[in-house]
């Protein structure tokens, strides 16, 4: 019963990757936004399947329909259901796969947990699953619009090649302008080739997203459990693949000293602001006003087309070979879920910080 | 209002470090729990200040007293309420940090989201709200014995010191042995050693948690939001100081290939188990019965002996200068909070898989 | 934002009177429950406009579409989701309604909060979302019926006419035997005559509908707020219309002694019940295994046949007259609805209860 | 776990009647908020045991105290618990009634729901717990008198004496001026003549508590299933001894005609407002501005001096005999616990509606 997500913005996701069909519910979204149906449609396509030699050659349309919530091109305060139709779901035989638990993927798990499972492509543990949250989140980015918020994620490692520029030192407006989605063009290319050569080897690789939000109000977060880094947190781990998760200083910050590390306050232009952003723009899990930034660590893609040992339902040793079309690397396609998720976070607390002082 | 953790075994946290009490409320703890009061106060005690030269010096007696929900020595399932109450807690003199905003403290943040705060001692974003969560944790790891999960903690980096060896080849039941809860007696000298240089240059420095959860049943966590390691990551995020969370094998997974990365079943004496663990316990969001075990990042803390220049509430420039006694790097008293989220989130996940099948 | 209903099985319902069609998700149906869908067709059926003389004679198909979260027939654990298509939903002209508040409706309200909203037919506030509610509802009795629960309800008043004889001294399988849906075959023909004659009069008439429900564990119900009646009395009054609620002795106990309506238990076959069942099944919050029963009060249908004063969203003095084909009684329509919103009730309560003892 | 109450404006009770105390969290009141102590303490008092010869002869203090959330006077906009420690708890025997099942109690019930209950007074199902709810609900008129919105209840039944007079033809003030708060002077002497029959003959009679809110704002409520009278049913049904709600017309609306029962809009200085009320001040659930009221029917209450048939937890037929000193009728002091509870519900759906235009 883990498919809803926030609490004022809240959404629902449902589907699996071969049934009828995928979508998400948007519930709390509030009435009057103008909702830009291409800007849905263009965000997902960002994610979809078949974009370039370095993603799936999968084809998928992934053409949302909104079914409510939505009148006159602007929402009206109550739910918005868009659903995805999954194309020729029928068409490929999984028979060989049914009893068989591919490693590293959920099918053992679900089988445990559940004893019935859509094995059919992952069912609900696909990350076609993903493509919903893709369009709760342009919801959620039209309204963060609204509010000068804005959201730039972008892939600063694969493998070993490792984007070593900080955000401020790059211009993210070029992340776009690569099939890897870094914004460092010779960075990218090495990226790239790295990714094509593992493809060739039949096998995949890691990667980390890093994400930017800036435009963030000060005060969103809510102490002591819901704090902003730890919702973010949250949301991040909840995207498949993802392993891990750091923001502001992160993991390198353990090996720097307090007088290092501190973010001093100063105050210019009827603004108190901070001389360095160590804390990653949250302080007692509450935004500040600086940039809010992280990274996510993604693992390899445990699908790969090599044969590999494993065991069935009735604990027989089998064969698991690799078929179909995959990613070798998820990090370009995980860039606009990323946003996507940052977006629902902060969405959802700008709502509920309006109930902080009376 | 983010003060509430949990679904079905849910605690609701409330206090301020220089307020009358600290405290916790558990609801859904299930009847008929033997509580071990005596095994409360030891967890306490783990995390209370003042148990050694590399913690803060400050003596409290962290007595937790319980208010309701236990008859005749067992839980009734009815709400416990615990509370700690504050010693001496009218005795300093905080006017001089009144106005001012400390460098990365929440003090700033509260301001400005709640327009009026206890700034004494940090009031609500003390660490010492984590004593109610350890009081909690007690509880939830009292009924995770019942089902044979156990959890451990300790501390795997202090600063530049690195322990290099993972979980299995250490024995854990050191851990307790060494003021800096690390389990490998060479490592825990040369931490003690650097904090207590740390502290003499009356500064502080960060540090990393590991831990480790065995015996849990196959089935805990419920995707596709709630997953199992979302909702640790989560939960140690919301830990004072935390940048940072990473389960298996963690942001190092990322260089390595889906051939390298993948687990592969094995079926021996009716168990299904993986032959390697870099999914670190949890596939699909769902544990798979290995061992679960993740790292936190904690920052060096914000509180230095030194002087810093900040601003105040009216925007004036200020020097904040450091007083009272502190940690000089949190992580050893950070052990048992770790666990305590841990066993929190466990515990959860444990009842509310009961209702994943007819 | 308030959509959804349920802990453990949980619904989020979506959609427009007249926007392109409603429907329902559902979360956490246990996996491996056999999935009837004519039997949800056929409680469709049983709530749809046009079945007889004294309902609506619009023509709906509302014909359920699953869309997720079945497999082979069973539920997998993940989320249903499940869509009914509006037909011909842009045939009508609604503009001289857009601007008008019709009296007793939701009109003025949802434009005062969300200040923009679907006008047509009422929009997101037509009963027409119930039919999401009758759907989810006949996958919750899906699941009762493998736990013995039984949920049967009826009308017991139109108007004045009123249903002299208890639950008990009734055959509640003659419900659906007559178009009132009222069990006593002689009551029923002065029910259909009272309608007939309103709806002639071009006017409508309040009713209550009875509900009873057989077969319920001991346990059921989480105090103190969530008790089993307080949830019952919420998911009945969330339909539209419902003016009040009432279970066991309901306003008729606040006449009597407590030694009239105290239920004495007695012990028989081993097994406890009560002699009387003034209680209506459920002691402190929690159900005793006794009959469950509670009526559910109906108010007039608002859109009447009629012109009626009221003003537009300008407050200019306006007329509303009567149009198109409206229900004159509501509650021979609504007995599924109750039974529905009861089921959901008690599958999240059963579930919940799971967790109750270690 | 079901012992917490609202969404943003969060409450959690906890503790026994003859435990060591009982209590509140208040999660989520804005920050800034005066905290008028002994405003709380004076509502407490209303619902006290001992206040006069038609109650319970019990004395206790119920001296509330403030743990947290409160500095200098006023809301912090983190959690305030309070706490009422319970006075010689330990002070009698209940040994008698440790087995036994106490007639239309929540003995039985718990008994089997949790397997092991503190079976002292009623444990956790005495309305002892009321007094933490009224003290929340203190803090929350607190609030409500901030924006205007004013509450008051008064009894208007008990047995077979009814009030018969709407709210708006009395003088609610008069209300504190009798100890059966009844604001007729005439029908008050009469329910307290009746009421202290009844006591004298050994036996208890139930009673109607009728709530009016004035001065709530347009837009209150989030359908379709938190609709503001669904909630405010629950809350009232969550009131131990609570059999039954009605809102507005409530069941005699059932007989009235839609064109009698239509509230027909009007606008008078820039005002839109509705000739009558029968939709009592909610329209599709949402407040429209107008008086909201309703009615909650008590039972009679369960503990009769009377020797009672009953029996014990191992099947054996009992005698439970009357003992210790409980009220006759509970209305009278239930009728600070309804305006608790209404102003819990209205403050939390007060700082929802925040959220809902952008």
Same mark, same amino acid.
């Given at each position: 019963?883990?498919?809803t997500?926030?609490?004022?913005?809240?959404?629902?996701?449902?589907?699996?990757?071969?049934?009828?069909a995928?979508?998400?519910?948007?519930?709390?979204?509030?009435?009057?936004?103008a @909702?830009?149906?291409?800007?849905?449609?263009?965000?997902?396509?960002?994610? %979809?399947?078949?974009?370039?030699?370095?993603?799936?050659?999968?084809?998928?349309?992934?053409? +949302?329909?909104?079914?409510?919530?939505?009148?006159?091109?602007?929402?009206?305060?109550?739910?918005? +259901?868009?659903?995805?139709?999954?194309?020729?779901?029928?068409?490929?035989?999984?028979?060989?796969?049914?009893? %068989?638990?591919?490693?590293?993927?959920?099918d053992?798990?679900?089988?445990?947990?559940?004893?019935?499972?859509?094995?059919?492509?992952?069912?609900?543990?696909? *990350?076609?699953?993903?493509? *919903?949250? &893709? +369009?709760?989140? +342009?919801?959620?980015?039209?309204?963060?619009?609204?509010?000068?918020v804005?959201?730039?994620?972008?892939?600063?490692?694969?493998?070993?090649?490792?984007?070593?520029?900080?955000?401020?030192?790059?211009?993210?407006?070029?992340?776009?302008?690569?099939?890897?989605?870094?914004?460092?063009?010779?960075?990218? =290319?090495?990226?790239?080739?790295? @990714?094509?050569?593992?493809?060739?080897d039949? =096998?995949?690789?890691?990667?980390?997203?890093?994400?930017?939000?800036?435009g963030?109000?000060?005060?969103?977060?809510?102490?002591?459990?819901?704090?902003?880094?730890?919702?973010?947190?949250? *949301?991040?781990?909840?995207?498949?693949?993802?392993?891990?998760?750091?923001?502001?200083?992160?993991?390198?910050?353990?090996n720097?000293?307090?007088?290092?590390?501190? =973010?001093?306050?100063?105050?210019?232009?009827?603004?108190?602001?901070?001389?360095?952003?160590?804390?990653?723009?949250?302080?007692?899990?509450?935004s500040?006003?600086?940039?809010?930034?992280?990274?996510?660590?993604?693992?390899?893609?445990?699908?790969?087309?090599? =044969?590999?040992?494993?065991?069935?339902v009735?604990?027989?040793?089998?064969?698991?070979?690799? %078929?179909?079309?995959?990613?070798?690397? &998820? &990090?370009?396609?995980?860039?606009?879920?990323?946003?996507?998720?940052?977006?629902?976070?902060?969405?959802?607390?700008y709502?509920?910080?309006?109930?902080? %002082?009376?």
């Open positions: 019963m883990g498919n997500y926030g609490n004022t913005f809240r959404i629902t996701t449902f589907g699996e990757s071969h049934g009828k995928i979508g998400v519910t948007i519930d709390g979204c509030p009435a009057g936004l @909702i830009d149906e291409a800007f849905i449609q263009s965000e997902l396509d960002r994610r %979809k399947p078949g974009q370039s030699k370095i993603t799936t050659q999968r084809k998928e349309g992934d053409k +949302a329909e909104i079914l409510s919530g939505i009148f006159e091109g602007k929402s009206t305060g109550t739910p918005m +259901a868009i659903v995805i139709y999954n194309e020729d779901q029928k068409s490929k035989d999984y028979a060989h796969i049914a009893e %068989k638990f591919r490693p590293s993927h959920a053992y798990t679900y089988q445990q947990k559940y004893g019935h499972r859509d094995y059919r492509g992952g069912g609900r543990s696909s *990350a076609r699953e993903t493509a *919903a949250r &893709v +369009a709760a989140g +342009a919801i959620a980015k039209l309204f963060l619009k609204q509010i000068g804005e959201i730039n994620a972008y892939v600063s490692q694969t493998g070993h090649i490792r984007l070593d520029k900080q955000y401020w030192e790059l211009d993210l407006s070029n992340t776009e302008n690569n099939i890897v989605r870094c914004p460092d063009t010779e960075t990218a =290319d090495r990226m790239i080739s790295l @990714i094509d050569k593992v493809r060739k039949q =096998d995949t690789i890691g990667g980390v997203v890093s994400c930017v939000i800036t963030t109000p000060v005060g969103l977060g809510e102490p002591v459990f819901d704090k902003l880094h730890a919702e973010l947190g949250k *949301a991040m781990l909840s995207i498949n693949a993802v392993k891990g998760f750091e923001y502001g200083s992160g993991f390198a910050g353990v720097m000293t307090g007088s290092q590390h501190n =973010d001093l306050f100063e105050h210019n232009e009827g603004k108190t602001t901070t001389r360095t952003n160590h804390s990653g723009g949250i302080q007692g899990g509450i500040n006003g600086e940039d809010i930034y992280f990274n996510v660590a993604f693992k390899p893609v445990a699908t790969i087309m090599q =044969d590999q040992e494993s065991v069935d009735h604990g027989n040793a089998v064969t698991v070979s690799g %078929k179909g079309r995959h990613d070798p690397c &998820v &990090v370009p396609r995980a860039v606009p879920i990323v946003e996507a998720m940052a977006a629902l976070v902060i969405a959802d607390f709502l509920l910080n309006k109930a902080s %002082k009376i």
